[in-house]
């Protein structure tokens, strides 16, 4: 079935720039996705990339994709402490269920 | 972005009673909801999608006749825990896909179940 996997937790100072890796198994995705979760709340989708693209900017945010090794990753610039959260990576086929990883654990240091 | 409105934000029942969380899009149509479950400090698990005007479809190991999905209207979708047990407790969150497949899901704020 379908998997996606990232580490668990992540440390950046403040200021630097994080990068979140992501894996996936489903050669059939079609969209990929970052969705970012603050304690006892919500999902907040940061941004999302169609599986024919390689990279999408987005002000602080760059998505790369590597659809060959099937990886994904999400780079924070100039890390803030703001960007505290989990950050999921997901999957999905066209109009289908998305398939979530167990999400990054991201904490910044002073 | 599109607004998906999850009420109650927190409920707490006691056992063997049974909750229901409602999950509305407030300015679009949602034909397709899904519901998800997440355990303290876990990812989230997809439990059911749920159709508007069919049967829910859910995943492997989750319990239809506990967890019971009704989507009734094209802008909401409920989910009700019957005779809850303390296992029960989680983190529960809905999402929402606009019609004619947008490929954005707009999620809920997901309600906490504590069951005492």
């Known amino acids: 079935g379908e998997d996606v996997e990232q580490s668990l937790f992540l440390s950046v100072r403040e200021g630097d720039s994080s990068v979140i890796n992501c894996t996936y198994t489903d050669s059939s995705s079609t969209y990929l996705y970052w969705y970012k979760q603050e304690p006892g709340a919500g999902l907040q989708l940061l941004t999302y990339?169609?599986?024919?693209?390689d990279m999408k900017q987005d002000q602080r945010l760059t998505v790369l994709l590597n659809k060959k090794d099937k990886h994904l990753s999400l780079r924070i610039a100039d890390t803030q402490t703001g960007d505290s959260a989990i950050y999921f990576c997901a999957e999905s086929e066209a109009a289908s269920k998305i398939i979530f990883g167990s999400g990054t654990r991201l904490s910044i240091r002073p | 972005g599109a607004v998906v409105s999850q009420h109650p934000s927190w409920v707490i029942c006691k056992s063997g009673t049974s909750v229901k969380i409602e999950c509305r899009s407030l300015?679009?149509?949602?034909?397709?909801m899904f519901w998800y479950r997440q355990f303290p400090k876990q990812s989230l698990m997809l439990m059911a999608t749920?159709?508007?005007?069919?049967?829910?479809?859910?995943e492997q190991g989750v319990e239809k006749d506990k967890f019971l999905i009704n989507h009734a209207s094209l802008t909401l979708s409920t989910l009700t825990v019957t005779s809850a047990h303390p296992e029960d407790s989680s983190f529960y969150i809905c999402?929402?896909?606009?019609?004619?497949?947008?490929?954005?899901?707009?999620f809920g704020q997901g309600t906490r179940l504590t069951v005492v």
């Open positions: 749920s159709n508007e005007g069919s049967k829910a479809t859910y």
């Open positions: 300015d679009f149509q949602a034909t397709t």
């Open positions: 999402s929402a896909r606009e019609s004619k497949g947008n490929t954005e899901a707009f």
């Open positions: 990339i169609f599986s024919n693209m």
